[in-house]
């Protein structure tokens, strides 16, 4: 068993990716559309095309971790300075540089984000890797898993429900400058306390890195239970990534009320912290695959509740939110606790490091989905004919609010529930 401070501290890290992970999602779109005038569908682009990037770029940061790891014997390096990298660049990201332009104004934040991101994939990836290397347990895994999920749904909750708070304090281009140093000093926090923690840890046996980009793309194409959980991994997080997106625009035109907006993330991300000794049950006495086909059924059913938002008491839909909270722990939870299992048992077969690898194309999966998802919620808005504005007082139509209605519930309840199929115990967990 992992001593308290090796799991804790591991687990602070999720400050770095709950925060990331989340409020660019949740606030970047109408930080675009609401006081820049950028157009739903571009804004949409632009969210997406510096974390596609990553995709691309992911690969190779695991690839450089791995090595390092072979060099040194440690990831922990990058778990600073990309975590250092993270928190100044996205102060930066919300500091809005008034060029007087909307291009201008645009253009400069593609280019933060492209540098945030690539400093993220410097700490992503190696943190990702690590519970295959800190701990060979079956049953160890879920709880270094749980722990870090249940920190990542307070990190979640700090950021995700205080940086619209702060936004609205503020208003306007203040509340994103705030708001972008507040959650800024919370990642630089997290990337402090993980490093510290874990540097002298021990880790599991070294083994030489992938030589190749060749025999990476061989690993990846006869690894067949990776490529099948990174597809419901992806599917799962694009589902997310369109809820996220929707959160801000589905409490202000949906249920009529912007300050509701804290109260959804309370709502959606509190639960986690409660079932997180549910889920380590669950995966000890069932398996995971089944622990995540049960959760993954939770999620998809409380966001189909949701659709009646608009005519539903608000308490009922807070309801449906926390059901939908309850699902989102589990599926958070057990592909990462399935992916360490998976990843030793490649290791094995083939005597080679496989996590850092694994890691990022994991990561890349990862952040595609989350990154189409607002993505496709912008494009949703500019279907519906959503008004973009510089100061959100644009008056929206009907076609508009029935548009953010469904993509924030109808729709990411249908990404998750497409999963489904995929989870095969025979492919994700043989042998139980």
């Known amino acids: 068993m992992l001593p308290l401070r090796t799991r804790l501290g591991y687990s602070v890290g999720s400050f770095v990716t709950g925060a990331f992970g989340t ?29 596609a990037w990553d995709v691309l770029f992911n ?20 778990l600073l300075f990309g975590g250092i990298g993270v928190a100044v660049l996205f102060a930066a990201l919300f500091a809005h540089p008034g060029f007087g332009r909307t291009w201008l ?26 519970p295959a290397e800190l701990t060979p347990g079956y049953e160890e895994r879920t709880r270094l898993n749980s722990w870090r999920i249940g920190v990542l749904a307070l990190a979640i909750l700090v950021s995700g429900g205080g940086a619209p708070a702060i936004v ?14 507040a959650v800024g000093l919370i990642i630089l926090g997290g990337a402090l306390g993980v490093y510290f923690s874990i540097r002298h840890a021990p880790v599991a046996e070294i083994r030489q890195p992938t030589a190749s980009w060749r025999e990476l793309l061989a690993t990846m194409r006869a690894w067949r239970s990776f490529r099948w959980l990174l597809g419901v991994y992806f599917v799962q997080s694009l589902g997310i990534g369109t809820l996220l997106a ?11 009320d912007a300050g509701l907006q804290t109260f959804l993330f309370v709502g959606f991300v509190g639960p986690a912290l409660l079932v997180m000794p549910l889920c380590m049950a669950l995966g000890k006495r069932w398996g995971k695959v089944t622990g995540l086909r049960i959760f993954t059924a939770i999620f998809a059913v409380a966001l189909l509740g949701l659709l009646a938002a608009r005519v539903l ?16 722990a589990g599926i958070q939870v057990f592909p990462l606790a399935i992916l360490p299992d998976l990843i030793t048992a490649e290791e094995e077969r083939t005597g080679a490091t496989r996590a850092g690898v694994a890691a990022g194309v994991w990561t890349a999966g990862e952040t595609l989905g989350l990154a189409l998802g607002p993505g496709l919620f912008g494009l949703i808005l500019q279907l519906g004919g959503y008004v973009s504005s510089v ?23 249908i990404l998750v529930a497409v999963a489904l199929p995929l989870l095969r115990k025979s492919i994700l967990e043989p042998g139980r």
Do not use: E
């Open 23 to 51: 409020v660019p999602g949740l606030l970047l779109l109408p930080y675009l559309t609401d006081t820049m005038a950028v157009p739903g569908a571009i804004a949409g682009a632009i969210v997406l095309v510096p974390k």
């Open 168 to 181: 609205g304090i503020f208003d306007g281009v203040l509340g994103y400058q705030v708001m972008g140093v």
């Open 246 to 256: 929707g959160v801000s625009y589905g409490a202000r035109y949906v249920l009529g």
């Open 59 to 78: 690969p190779v940061a695991g690839r450089i971790s791995d090595a390092r790891l072979a060099r040194s014997g440690s990831r922990a390096k990058f």
């Open 391 to 413: 100061d959100s007082s644009a008056a929206q139509p009907d076609s508009a609010v029935t548009a953010i209605l469904v993509g924030f519930s109808l729709l990411p309840a």
């Open 313 to 328: 008491p608000v308490p009922v839909s807070f309801v449906f939110v926390a059901l939908a909270g309850v699902g989102y």
């Open 105 to 130: 104004d645009a253009g400069y934040v593609v280019a933060v984000f492209f540098l945030c991101a690539t400093a993220f994939a410097f700490f992503q990836v190696p943190f990702n890797a690590l």
